[in-house]
């Protein structure tokens, strides 16, 4: 519980995390605050539902291969007042939900950013590319939607308000890894206040299987702006005919 009585979920997408599910569960559970660990689990071969029901998480299967479907699934199945979004492969740590949670009375949603060197353990996942990347693409965004400073596109780390969730969650449509800009365009498209604060990136236990290699890294980035532009020249077309039409 935070706060005056609202409640916190923490949602994990997992596909075959055997190597650290039991200890993310665990971990994120330690957290005073925390109520709820919700594991998505997306058709993973190695055991790690059974796992995570072992270390106290419930459990829900997707069958919708993809991080965007684990998430969307995550966010529709979740109970709390407040939900985070996070991954159960060691890179974030539990006790950061509170600096969400921070922001959270004040503002609709809280991203984390991987961006502060500080923060940046030694064995993250976090070279030149990625990080040029993640701000890129950040700018962008934060460019075409007027949007407050943003400065990581990637973090899966942030949290939604319920009430906020409710006037996204039928809007969500991607299913891929290109999921996290497209909650940030509609949260941003709905007038909701958004912020971003500096969390910690860890190294992985496990195997990367986003942005491991430059090549899908790529192909999630330019997906990203696709999608990006793509929203935006809609929106501006609605907003041209709807002018043009008054
Ligand atoms: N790549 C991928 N990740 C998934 C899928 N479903 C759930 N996930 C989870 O999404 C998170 C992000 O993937 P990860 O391999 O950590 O990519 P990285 O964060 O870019 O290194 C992990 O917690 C995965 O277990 C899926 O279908 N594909
Ligand atoms: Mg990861």
């Known amino acids: 519980m ?26 994120f559970r ?15 071969r190695d055991g790690t539902g059974d796992l995570a029901r072992v270390a106290g998480a419930r459990v829900v299967l997707e069958t919708k291969q993809g991080y965007g479907n684990a998430l969307q699934r995550g966010l ?14 060691g ?15 004040e503002l609709d949603m809280v991203m984390g950013t991987r961006t502060t060197r500080e ?16 701000w890129a693409v950040a700018k962008l965004l934060q460019l075409l939607f007027d949007g407050p400073s943003l400065s990581d596109c990637g973090c899966t780390l942030r949290l939604i308000r319920r009430e906020a969730l409710d006037k996204i969650v039928d ?32 190294g992985r236990v496990g195997e990367s299987k986003i942005t491991g290699s430059r ?20 929106s501006w077309g609605s907003r041209w005919r709807g002018d043009r039409s008054q």
């Open 171 to 202: 809007h969500l449509t991607v299913g891929g890894s290109h999921f996290l800009p497209e909650m940030v365009v509609l949260a941003l498209l709905a007038g909701l206040r958004v912020v971003e604060v500096p969390v910690n990136y860890r």
């Open 2 to 27: 935070w706060g005056d009585g609202k409640s916190v979920s923490v949602v994990f997408p997992a596909y075959n995390e055997a190597a650290n599910i039991e200890r993310a569960v665990r971990d």
């Open 30 to 44: 330690a957290v005073p605050v925390v109520d709820e660990v919700l594991v998505v689990d997306n058709n993973s």
């Open 119 to 134: 923060l940046i353990w030694d064995q993250a996942n976090m070279g030149w590319f990625l990080r040029v990347g993640n």
């Open 91 to 105: 890179t974030f740590v539990a006790k950061d939900v509170v600096k969400l949670l921070a922001y959270a009375d």
């Open 215 to 234: 090549l899908t890294t790529l192909k999630v980035g330019s997906r990203m702006i696709g999608l990006i532009l793509d929203y935006r020249l809609k």
């Open 76 to 89: 529709r199945e979740a109970t709390g007042d407040y939900i985070v979004l996070a991954e159960p492969d």
